[in-house]
């Protein structure tokens, strides 16, 4: 059974990097919305029950029906309270979604950017409406027309724009300034990288420039952010998480150095080597000698 369990897994992951979308109704494929990768999918999901959203430094108590959007560089974890929870969602990669024009500017929008309203309250209308956006989705998706990307993409833009019609969801917690809150995001982000489980996906975010990128800020406002609330720089969090990350594939794994080198995002051994020894005073080898 459990094998059974981690093929359909890998089935539905590998048919959603495949297609750079997968629509499915929640009650009917409720497990599917836990085991898709955050770091690579964007999610719509309309439900109607009781849960609790936690979105960043953000806490939001939900009740009825909502319209909830979720960045992958903006880490959430979702607690059903409800004995019963139906609704749809939608995932879609970045690339799949600009395949169409306005997509970038969509991407930006408050709906998925930091500090936005990623929760939306619905009425029973708008939830009929939405209901059959969502249905016409998994239509498609089932279907043999040729363009029916191009038609899931309509419908993704479509909703994105009824939501940006509505008013925001204001029941909610949240740190008592911008810099506590862009603070956090980084952070978890930051944690969010680890732990490296192969060289065929290695570390991505390496710089302050890069997590500033991903969280759509100026890179010295990050700095002055992180600075502020936490009295170390962007850089230094950084380079701790990855020398934490180095030492531990040292010690706990048969890789080779220039395997972890390049799975922790570097392109040549030495400059691993270089950046290690100037962190820590000695060099990867020789810390794994001191294991065995």
């Known amino acids: 059974m459990a094998s059974k369990q981690v093929r359909s897994v890998s089935s539905f992951n590998n048919e959603l990097k495949l ?35 936690k979105y960043a430094d953000r806490s939001f108590e939900t009740e009825g029906t909502i319209l ?35 997509s970038e500017s969509l991407l930006q929008s408050p709906l998925f950017k930091i500090g936005g309203t990623p929760v939306l309250k619905i009425t029973d209308q708008q939830r009929e409406f939405l ?29 994105i724009h009824e939501a940006l019609k509505l008013q925001p969801s ?14 956090a995001v980084f952070l978890e982000l930051l944690e969010r990288q680890f732990p490296i489980e192969g060289t065929d996906r290695p570390l991505q975010l390496k710089t302050a420039q890069d997590y500033a990128n991903s969280l759509s800020v100026h890179v010295n406002y990050l700095n002055r952010a992180v600075k502020e609330v936490t009295g170390k720089s962007t850089t230094a969090h950084i ?20 395997d972890i080198a390049y799975a922790l995002g570097f392109e040549y051994p030495t400059y691993f080597n270089n950046y290690f020894k100037r962190i820590t005073g000695t060099n990867p080898k020789a810390l794994r000698a001191q294991e065995v």
């Open 239 to 258: 380079s701790d998480r990855i020398i934490s990350e180095s030492k531990a594939l040292l010690q706990h794994t048969d890789w080779n150095i220039a």
């Open 68 to 102: 909830f959007f979720g960045n992958p560089h903006i880490p959430y974890s979702w607690e059903t309270l409800s004995t019963s929870y139906i609704g749809y969602t939608v995932l879609f990669s970045e690339d799949f979604l600009k395949a169409g024009d306005r």
């Open 131 to 159: 209901n059959a956006i969502f249905q016409k989705m998994i239509q498609e998706q089932q279907s043999d027309y040729a363009y029916k990307d191009d038609l899931i993409r309509n419908y993704i833009h479509l909703i």
């Open 170 to 183: 204001d029941n909610y917690d949240q740190h008592k300034n911008a810099a506590s809150r862009l603070t």
């Open 19 to 53: 297609k750079g979308f997968n629509v499915f109704q929640i009650e009917s494929d409720g497990a599917a919305t836990r085991i898709y990768s955050r770091k690579d999918f964007y999610k719509i999901c309309l439900t109607t029950g009781k849960s609790v959203i």
